[in-house]
């Protein structure tokens, strides 16, 4: 048997290692430290585009988001440049998101990865940009959470129905899994309770503000 040559075994690895390593840059944590705002420790805790809007404003949180979108796009645009099958090109994809949520660089959870997970959809099937759109203008009216949920846990079962190929349905549903499961988790000193552990992966809750007085509040859905 004859075995594949040790270049394409070096470059098919490889792009999933350079995607994860791109993916952990936490682009939305380098635009706080920049401003004085540290997301570990200030508003949800979540180093994420989201919490950086909330603290720093829309035109900061968006460049993040977009920056966290390239991490997952670029992965997969470089591998198919370089004529490699879908199959390697979604895996840089998917190492990318695995990276933006649990990032080496620090040492722990960071930020939810649904924009990353976006900019891989945008290199691999842009038209299911319509579904997680679609779901996104829907969270303004029925919370942001909610919307989020019901998008991503349906988006491998949609995949499936609108007949994409094999590479594209299974990082629909690995995307799937990893966002929820990175809901799922929430933030460092979470309670892992089930009722609380269920309530963060279907409304994407993060730990309480608090208040003045020292009691804390339920974040807003």
Do not use: C
Not at 97 to 116: C, D, E, K, P, Q
Not at 136 to 141: E, N, T
Not at 163 to 183: C, D, E, K, Q
């Amino acid at each position: 048997m004859m075995l594949e040559p040790m270049p394409d075994i070096l470059t098919n690895a490889g792009a999933p290692l350079i995607g994860y390593l791109l993916g952990a840059v936490p682009f939305a944590l380098l635009i706080g430290r920049m401003l004085g705002i540290d997301l570990r420790t200030e508003g949800t805790g979540n180093v994420g585009a989201g919490n950086l809007t909330k603290l720093a404003g829309l035109p900061y949180g968006a460049a993040a988001a977009i920056l966290d979108g390239l991490k997952g796009l670029l992965p997969v645009l470089v591998a198919r440049r370089l004529g490699l099958a879908d199959g390697v090109a979604a895996a840089g994809g998917v190492a990318a998101v695995i990276g933006h949520n649990w990032s080496i660089y620090l040492r722990s959870r960071s930020g939810r990865g649904m924009a990353t997970s976006v900019g891989v959809l945008v290199g691999l099937a842009p038209s299911l940009m319509v579904w997680t759109g679609l779901w996104a203008v829907i969270g303004w009216w029925i919370g942001g959470g909610l919307g989020g949920f019901v998008g991503w846990a349906l988006l491998g079962p949609v995949a499936v129905m609108a007949g994409y190929p094999r590479p594209v349905v299974m990082t629909a549903f690995t995307l799937s899994l990893i966002v929820l499961l990175r809901r799922a988790q929430g933030q460092d000193g979470d309670s892992f309770e089930w009722r609380d552990v269920a309530e963060r992966v279907v409304w994407d809750t993060d730990r309480p503000e608090t208040l003045e007085d020292g009691r804390a509040e339920r974040p807003v859905r």
